[in-house]
């Protein structure tokens, strides 16, 4: 799940098709190939390029003790790297036990990097049950508490409708099958770069028999009726929003000391409509994924709405940084590396 970005205008289109789903809101979606979008070599995109059509055909054709072997390999790969100073992921994880420490909490930068692989397994284990078994085989190793969902539903009854603010968890797509088992759930997802990769994300969302809105270079006006229809329908509506938004539009949040921009539309959305905006954390728990909501807000205006579910980041990633994928994220290292030097 992931927020609307802007159209790619100033990169050679290389390919463009239309592509059709069940797991579709709006029943088909065209996906543009973009000059480089599979990333520089060896990189983030790069290694997802190669790697995950490997991971959607052993899902798909072998038996579950085979399948899981590729992904056992390639985390046991990356456990071998820790002693190298220059592993980004070591480097993001020791930047934010530093800050975590200064708010009283107490991480060992080798086990967070160890827990962090080991959710990465997980999540890629439920995968595969999932497409192997079905929604229903899998569904229970999501944990919602019955409190928490009886406080969502009447939110969600009372004000017509709910904005799920989430940050990029390991673990939070994949929930998305339990969200809509407890309540009409649209997620709202930033489609992969290239088409092979799309359609094979939309067969793994068909699996969990969720409906989602893809957002990458689409319009932010046709993309807000969408979810104003959803709205009008009562869905919860999951959205990912710890994206940083670098351009004029972004609206200004202060974040581990540091003050970053935030894409608005989701803020926007939620004014407009005086709906409920509840932050969301995924946290990871051995094989299970817990969620923990934060406090509901109706928002007067979009810097009050962005700074609300900002805040609850924060608390949740220093809390427990092993659920959130961005520890792999280039762009969120140099910014907890930065935040590290201005509060020493």
Not at 33 to 46: A, D, I, N, P
Not at 65 to 74: D, E, F, H, Q, S
Not at 237 to 254: C, P, Q, V, Y
Not at 272 to 295: A, C, D
């Amino acid at each position: 799940m992931s927020d609307v970005t802007s159209p790619e205008q100033e990169i050679k289109i290389t390919r463009t098709e239309i592509v059709t789903s069940p797991a579709l809101y709006q029943d088909e979606l065209e996906v543009v190939e973009y000059e480089g979008c599979t990333g520089k070599r060896f990189g983030g995109t790069h290694l997802k390029e190669m790697f995950m059509p490997l991971f959607y055909r052993a899902a798909k054709y072998m038996p579950y003790p085979l399948a899981i072997i590729p992904v056992y390999l390639m985390v046991g790969f990356f456990r071998l790297l820790y002693p190298f100073r220059k592993n980004p992921i070591r480097e993001t994880c020791e930047y934010i036990s530093q800050l975590a420490a200064k708010k009283g909490i107490r991480h060992e930068p080798k086990k967070l990097y160890q827990d962090f692989l080991t959710n990465i397994r997980t999540i890629f284990c439920h995968y595969i049950r999932l497409y192997q078994k079905g929604a229903k085989g899998i569904h229970h190793r999501v944990v919602i508490s019955h409190e928490d969902a009886e406080m969502v539903e009447k939110l969600r009854l009372e004000h017509g409708g709910l904005l799920f603010n989430i940050p990029h968890n390991i673990g939070s797509a994949f929930s998305g099958m339990k969200l809509n088992m407890t309540w009409p759930t649209l997620l709202v997802a930033r489609n992969p770069s290239t088409i092979g990769r799309t359609r094979m994300a939309l067969e793994f969302f068909s699996a969990m028999e969720v409906k989602i809105l893809m957002v990458r270079g689409g319009s932010p006006v046709e993309l807000s009726r969408a979810m104003f229809s959803a709205l009008k329908e009562k869905y919860v509506i999951a959205t990912t929003l710890d994206n940083m938004d670098h351009s004029e539009r972004g609206i200004k949040a202060s974040i581990f000391g540091l003050t970053r921009g935030f894409n608005p539309w989701a803020a926007k959305v939620a004014v407009k409509r005086k709906v409920p905006m509840l932050p969301l954390y995924f946290r990871s728990i051995g094989k299970e994924i817990h969620l923990v909501f934060g406090e509901p807000l109706i928002p007067d205006n979009v810097e009050q709405a962005v700074q609300h579910y900002v805040s609850y980041f924060e608390k949740s990633i220093l809390e427990d940084p092993a659920s959130w994928a961005y520890l792999g994220d280039r762009r969120w290292r140099k910014a907890l590396k930065e935040a590290v030097q201005s509060s020493n």
